[in-house]
């Protein structure tokens, strides 16, 4: 009775760490690459998503005019401060339909101390699965594949601890 308890208890305890180590796997697996898309900075610098490799991500559409954008703006600057030491950047990228003179008035009155790109043509927002809501935020990892997409304000607890596992990665 005792042995076939412990046999049970022994399976299920495989059967679990196997569970997990597949759960992470797909998690781990499923990463689609990032889209390759060139923009320019407010500050007149022109870059890519591709040119990020190497660097944990993070990418958000947002826009002057949208409310949870503008309230969430103080804890993506937070965020960016907390890693950018470790190989963490930030790239804000305001909506075609957002005014250029609102952007840059609000990138300068924040001081954000990331690169902000308006895209214009909308061509990022196209190139990220056409975004049309704001925020939508996009994590990368250092291989430039997509870890997590955010729609409205991410949970910033839950969103630094995925960015301390990402930075750890090799």
Known sequence: ??????????????????????????????????????????DGVKTSTDAQRGKVLLVNFWATSCTTCVAEMPQIVATHQKFKARGYETVAVAMSYDPPTYVARFS???????????????????AFGDIKMT??????????????????????????QLIEELLAEG
């Open 1 to 42: 009775m005792k042995q076939t308890r412990a046999w049970i208890v022994a399976v299920a305890v495989v059967a679990s760490i196997a569970l997990g180590a597949f759960a992470a796997w797909r998690v781990i697996g499923s990463r689609e690459p990032a889209p390759q898309v060139p923009y320019t900075l407010l």
């Open 108 to 126: 300068q009155s924040r001081a954000l101390p990331f690169g902000v790109a308006i895209d214009n043509t909308g061509a990022v927002a196209k």
């Open 135 to 160: 925020p939508t935020t996009f994590l990368i990892d250092k291989q430039g594949r997509v870890v997590k997409r955010y729609l409205g304000a991410p949970d910033f607890a839950a969103l630094h």
